[in-house]
C-alpha cells in the first residue's frame, strides 16, 4: 500500500509538531528578571544568567530567585537567593541555593530550606525534592512540625501525596506528653498516626514504652506494641503484643504476658491477659503462672486464671488464682482448686481439697494458710478437717489430726504443732533406729514438740488420753 504525499506530509508536520509541543512542556520557561545576560564568552554559548525578581516555571510549578544561571541545552537551572518553589498553589518550598533539573523535575536545595504543605513545616538544611514523583528526601538532619509533634531524624522522605514521612536515623519525637526515640518511623501528618519499624522507646511522666514493630497513635494516645513489647511504669508489662490505651491505662495482653510487681515481688505470666496501669487491676489466664520472689527462693504456680486486685491505693494487693492450681519450691508442693495471696500479711490461703507436702509431711484440711515472714516460711493454718501424715518407716505413718492446727516452722522445718478441738495423733517413738511401739493420744487440745521432724514430746489439754502399744495392736491410721 502507498501512501500518497500529501498524507505523508500531514503526517510528519503532526509528528513534528506533537515533538515541539512535548519538548517546550518539559523546558524551564522564564517569566520575568529584572536583567538577562548572555555573554557567551563568558558564561558560555547556552548559559543565561538572571538577576533580580526572577521568576520561571515549569510544567505545573512556579519559581522564584534572586540570582539564576539557565543552561538551555541541558534544561538546568542554579539559582541562589530566596528561593521559593510553588507546586500544585499548595506546597512552597524555600531556601538560598537550588539546582533545579528540567528533564528530571529534581530541585536540590540548600541551606535554611523550609518545605510548608498544609499544617507541615518541615525544615533542614539539604532537601531533595522530586517534583515529578511529588517526594522529598533530606539528609544530614531534618525537623517537621506538624501541630503539637515536633519530628527530627537524621535522614527523611516525605510524601505530600499520602501524607506520610518516612524518618530514618536518630528519630525523635517530642509531643507535650511524651518524647519518642526511634530508629526507623513512619509518621502520618494527617492521622497522626506513627509506624514502628525499628527499635522505638515512647517516654513519659507515667511510663516508658518500648516496641520494635506496631503503631503509636498520637492523636488519640493509642498502641499496638509488637515484637519485645513492654510498658515500664510503677510495675513492668511484657508481651508479645500489647494494645495500650494511655488515656484509660488499659493494657491489653496477647502471647507471653508478664506482669512485674516489683513491690511485692511478684510475676503474673499468661498467654493473655490485661493490666491497667491507673487502677493497678489485672488478669492472666492461659496456661497462666504466678511467681512469686523470695530471697532465696521463689514459688511457681500455675492454675488456669490468675487475678490481681488492689488494696490501698494500689500498694498492696490480692492475688487470686482459680482453678487446678499447682504449686511448688524447694521446701514444699502443693496443689487446690483456687488460691489467695495478700501482700498485707505476706499470706497464701489454699482452698477446696488442698494438699501440700513439706519437709515429708502431707498436710490435708479444708483451707490451708500458709504465712512467710521474712520472706521465710513462717507457720502453716490447717482449718477445719486438719489432717498431717509422714512416714516413719515403711508402713508406719506418724499422723496427726483435730478441727484446727497450726504448724510453726523454723530452718525448713515443722518443730511445733498446735492442735485445737477434737484433736488426734498415732506416731511410733524408737530406740534408736528400732520402733519400740506406737502411741496413740486423744484429747480436745494438743501440742506436739518435734526434733528432726520426729515427735519428742506431747502436751495434752483437756479430757487427755492416751496409750502406749505395740504396733501390731494399733489401727495404722486415725
Not at 60 to 79: E, H, L
Not at 98 to 123: E, F, I, P, S
Not at 173 to 200: A, Q
Not at 434 to 462: F, P, W
Request: net charge negative; proline share 2%.
Amino acid at each position: 500500500m502507498q501512501i500518497s504525499k500529501s498524507i505523508f506530509t500531514a503526517l510528519f508536520l503532526a509528528t513534528l509538531f506533537c515533538s515541539v509541543t512535548t519538548t517546550a512542556q518539559r523546558m524551564v520557561i522564564v517569566n520575568n528578571a529584572d536583567s538577562l545576560n548572555h555573554n557567551e564568552a563568558v558564561y558560555g554559548k547556552d548559559v543565561q544568567v538572571l538577576i533580580g525578581n526572577v521568576k520561571f516555571t515549569h510544567e505545573t510549578a512556579v519559581m522564584y530567585c534572586d540570582t539564576a544561571y539557565r543552561y538551555i541545552v541541558d534544561n538546568k537551572i542554579k539559582a541562589s537567593g530566596n528561593i521559593h518553589i510553588i507546586q500544585n498553589d499548595t506546597l512552597h518550598l524555600y531556601g538560598k541555593k537550588l539546582n533545579y533539573d528540567g528533564n528530571t523535575g529534581l530541585a536540590q536545595v540548600r541551606k535554611d530550606v523550609k518545605l510548608v504543605n498544609k499544617d507541615v513545616v518541615l525544615t533542614t538544611d539539604y532537601l531533595d525534592y522530586d517534583r515529578a514523583n511529588n517526594f522529598a528526601y533530606y539528609f544530614n538532619f531534618g525537623k517537621i512540625v506538624n501541630k503539637e509533634n515536633i519530628l527530627t531524624s537524621k535522614k527523611g522522605y516525605y510524601y505530600p501525596n499520602t501524607n506520610q514521612v518516612f524518618y530514618k536515623d536518630s528519630v525523635v519525637v517530642n509531643n507535650p506528653k511524651y518524647t519518642i526515640y526511634s530508629d526507623t518511623l513512619i509518621y502520618h501528618t494527617e492521622t497522626k498516626v506513627s509506624n514502628i519499624e525499628g527499635p522505638t522507646f515512647i517516654i513519659s511522666d507515667s511510663n516508658t514504652i518500648y516496641a520494635e514493630a506496631g503503631y503509636y497513635d498520637m492523636l488519640h494516645d493509642i498502641a499496638l506494641l509488637k515484637e519485645n513489647a513492654y510498658i515500664d511504669g510503677e510495675q513492668l508489662l511484657k508481651g508479645d503484643t500489647i494494645y495500650y490505651n494511655r488515656a484509660s491505662g488499659y493494657g491489653e495482653i496477647f502471647n507471653s504476658m508478664e506482669l512485674h510487681d516489683t513491690t511485692n515481688n511478684v510475676i503474673i505470666k499468661g498467654n493473655y491477659g490485661f493490666y491497667n496501669e491507673i487502677t493497678q487491676d489485672a488478669l492472666a489466664t492461659l496456661d497462666a503462672q504466678l511467681l512469686q520472689i523470695y530471697s532465696k527462693d521463689t514459688l511457681y504456680l500455675h492454675a488456669d486464671t490468675l487475678q490481681a486486685v488492689p488494696l490501698n491505693n494500689g500498694e498492696e494487693k490480692l492475688i487470686k488464682a482459680y482453678r487446678k492450681v499447682k504449686y511448688f519450691r524447694k521446701d514444699m508442693q502443693g496443689r487446690c482448686d483456687s488460691m489467695v495471696f495478700d501482700s498485707r500479711d505476706t499470706t497464701n490461703t489454699f482452698y477446696y481439697d488442698p494438699i501440700m507436702w513439706s519437709m515429708g509431711n502431707q498436710l490435708t484440711a479444708d483451707v490451708i494458710k500458709m504465712y512467710t515472714k521474712n520472706e521465710v516460711l513462717d507457720k502453716v493454718d490447717l482449718i477445719d478437717r486438719s489432717f498431717i501424715i509422714s512416714e516413719e518407716d515403711t508402713g508406719r505413718f506418724n499422723q496427726v489430726k483435730g478441727k484446727l492446727m497450726t504448724g510453726y516452722i523454723r530452718n525448713n522445718e515443722i518443730y511445733k504443732i498446735d492442735v485445737n478441738g477434737n484433736a488426734q495423733s498415732i506416731y511410733f517413738p524408737k530406740d534408736r533406729e528400732h520402733v519400740i511401739g506406737v502411741n496413740k493420744a486423744e484429747c480436745s487440745n494438743m501440742t506436739l514438740y518435734l526434733n528432726q521432724r520426729m515427735v519428742d514430746q506431747i502436751t495434752m489439754r483437756v479430757s487427755p488420753n492416751g496409750s502406749m502399744n505395740p504396733p501390731f495392736l494399733v489401727p495404722m491410721k486415725i
